[in-house]
Structure formats: C-alpha cells, structure tokens
C-alpha cells in the first residue's frame, strides 16, 4: 500500500528557512520521479519541484533559485531545502510519485503546513 508521510513544515520569518521531508513506501519510491506539491488557502494544488530517479531536478519558475529538491533513495526519502522564504509561499506541502506523463501514483497524505509570516 503505498503511504506519503510528509513532516518538517512550521513558521518562518520571511527570508528564512525551513527542509521538508517526505517518506514513501508501499514500493513507489525508487521507480519513479517523485515530486513535491503545494496548496494555498482558496487556490488550487500546484507543483513545485520534481527530481528524476538519476535525481534531476526541475523546479516551477517562483521557486528557482530559493528551493532546492533532493532525494536519499536508501532512505526512500525526498527533501525540500527551501530558502528565501518569501509569504507567498505560505501553504500546505505535498509529496507524491509521478508517471511519465505527470499524473501522480500514490493517495495524497496529509501534507505539512509552512507559513511565512513576520
């Protein structure tokens, strides 16, 4: 049964930092490219980043620059260093495995919650 566990959201201060982490399992972590989501209040899920299983990166254009996507495929694990941290990035993070055509794999967990505020 594949499984999401997102951890690692919290307050920050504008120009902060904060490393998300997000655990898989159920099988879906070392065959495919996983990706990292986010939604805001009243705004739909977007994409934000995504690293490939020879871990290339690709990064949504507001995040370029302040993110950085990473993965530990011993740990089947994903990270996202995020930088820079700017109030427009206040949302709920997401994870998930992607399909070659960017449909994702697994049931959405339940996220965690980064707010940028002073």
């Known amino acids: 049964q594949v499984q999401l566990v997102e951890s690692g959201g919290g307050l920050v201060q504008p120009g902060g930092s904060l490393r998300l982490s997000c655990a898989a399992s159920?099988?879906?972590?070392?065959?495919?490219?996983m990706g990292w989501y986010r939604q805001a209040p009243g705004k739909q899920r977007e994409w934000v980043a995504s690293?490939?299983?020879?871990?290339?990166?690709n990064y949504a254009d507001s995040v370029k620059g302040r993110f950085a996507i990473s993965r530990d495929n011993a740990k089947n694990t994903v990270y996202l260093q995020m930088d820079s941290l700017k109030p427009e990035d206040t949302a709920v993070y997401y994870c998930?495995?992607?399909?070659?055509?960017?449909?994702?794999?697994?049931?959405w967990g339940q996220g965690t919650q980064v707010t940028v505020s002073s």
């Open positions: 998930n495995a992607l399909r070659p055509g960017g449909s994702v794999v697994g049931p």
């Open positions: 159920g099988g879906i972590f070392s065959i495919n490219t």
């Open positions: 690293i490939t299983t020879f871990g290339w990166p």
